[in-house]
């Protein structure tokens, strides 16, 4: 069996980036790779303005701590001042633009209004309260780079220099299908009762949901019949137009377990487990078009729902994240943590245990860490990575993982 390092060490070797890029309003831009640098054209600030409610003087007036100053003009944002004279104040809002000869702000707290006058109960430095020309973006700096996967933050950054459009890189297009005959969806069981031995597919809904929290374009082959040839030709039809391939169930070596065989005979299988609990069978490859040569990546989910769900979260989402573009790191950020909790037993894989945060700042453990348990990733928090081989005691500091670094 593959670590779980080697095995995201192949996926993320094989990962080719999609090639094709499209501009796109900005505002319709998140979630998207970017891919291309994005530079500045203009300093931001444009000039130098104030931070405060207050008003604009000259600091050298106000050597005393309480001077008294006419007011000379009023400033709101977006208008522009007339030069300020010496022994004059200037009434201005935040964002407006400093007047000629000012060279402080004070904010309107430390001020009182005394008919035309202001008296100033402060000594202001230069400087005070200006935000200065370019103090955030010199012009043509870049403030954006190829490989970044765009948030809200990045999409206001882009508008505050005028850009309205951004090329990126296009959606990632994934097919996926779900294996087994005991499989009903949820609304299809005759009468509300499950036939013998049938059980929800609950899969499609925690895959597809990943899915399009990566901003994939989806196309959803429902569930197929345990047939080798079935599973066979939807490959085959799945290959054509998409990206990645993913399956959830018949990953294992049973005699009713046809996906590893399928993909084999229709492209070629690279690995197919891994020394991951929950999650060993989880299998890698690609599948060959039929025409226009190439191929689609293939990655085989295990289908108990708790081990589908960890292993979309600990190797597919790099692996999408790779395909879609992004270059900097794709691995969750990990934090240390106590856990009140222990664990006597070692594992020969690596553990990724449900836990959540309590009130005092540990971890607790869900008491059913079964792979079919999938109320433990509800009310969870996040995973513990635990090595191969180690046991926890209630103290020791562990490796948290939270569900909101492996979801975006």
């Given at each position: 069996m593959l670590s779980v390092r080697e095995a995201l060490d192949t996926l993320l070797a094989c990962a080719v980036p999609v090639a094709d890029v499209?501009?796109?309003?900005?505002?319709?831009?998140?979630?998207r790779v970017l891919a291309l640098d994005q530079a500045s054209t203009i300093d931001v600030p444009s000039a130098d303005n104030t931070q405060m409610d207050g008003y604009a003087v000259r600091a050298a007036d106000c050597i005393n701590g309480g001077a008294s100053l006419r007011v000379a003009q009023r400033i709101p944002a977006g208008t522009v001042g007339a030069p300020l004279e010496p022994g004059s104040a200037a009434r201005i809002f935040t964002g407006a633009l400093i007047p000629p000869g000012a060279d402080a702000v004070v904010m309107q707290e430390q001020c009182e209004v005394q008919?035309?006058?202001?008296?100033?109960?402060?000594?202001?430095?230069?400087?005070?309260?200006?935000?200065?020309?370019?103090?955030?973006?010199?012009?043509?700096?870049?403030?954006?780079?190829?490989?970044?996967?765009?948030?809200s933050q990045e999409l206001g950054l882009a508008a505050s220099v005028?850009?309205?459009?951004?090329?990126?890189?296009?959606?990632l297009r994934v097919a996926v299908f779900f294996t087994g005959d005991e499989l009903t969806m949820p609304g299809e069981a005759p009468g509300g009762q499950l036939a013998p031995g049938a059980i929800y597919n609950s899969n499609r809904f925690t895959l597809r949901g990943l899915l399009e929290n990566f901003g994939c374009q989806i196309t959803d082959y429902g569930i197929v019949p345990d047939s080798l040839d079935v599973t066979r030709a939807t490959l085959r039809a799945a290959a054509r137009e998409h990206d990645l391939i993913i399956t959830s169930g018949g990953v294992s070596v049973g005699e009713e377990d046809h996906v590893k065989?399928?993909?084999?005979?229709?492209?070629?299988?690279?690995m197919w487990q891994i020394a991951v609990k929950p999650g060993k069978p989880l299998a890698f490859g690609q599948v060959r078009r039929e025409e226009g040569g190439g191929s689609s990546f293939f990655i085989g989910l295990?289908?108990?729902?708790?081990?589908?769900?960890?292993?979309?979260?600990?190797?597919?989402?790099?692996f999408l994240l790779r395909l879609q573009g992004v270059s900097g790191p794709v691995e969750p950020r990990a934090y240390q943590m106590r856990a009140d909790f222990s664990l006597p037993k070692a594992d020969r894989r690596n553990e990724f245990l449900r836990v959540r945060v309590n009130a005092g700042g540990g971890l607790e453990?869900?008491?059913?860490?079964?792979?079919?348990?999938?109320?433990?990733?509800v009310w969870g928090d996040g995973l513990v990575d635990n090595p191969p081989g180690r046991i926890i005691n209630e103290g020791d500091i562990v490796r948290f993982i939270p569900f909101a670094e492996l979801q975006y």
């Open positions: 499209e501009q796109v309003p900005t505002l319709e831009a998140n979630g008919g035309d006058n202001v008296v100033i109960r402060h000594t202001p430095k230069a400087g005070e309260w200006i935000r200065r020309t370019g103090e955030d973006i010199v012009a043509g700096a870049t403030i954006l780079a190829a490989g970044t996967r765009l948030r005028g850009l309205a459009t951004l090329p990126v890189r296009r959606r065989p399928a993909v084999e005979a229709e492209g070629q299988l690279n295990p289908g108990n729902p708790v081990s589908s769900f960890i292993t979309f979260l600990l190797f597919v989402r790099p453990l869900f008491s059913n860490q079964g792979s079919g348990v999938l109320t433990s990733t």
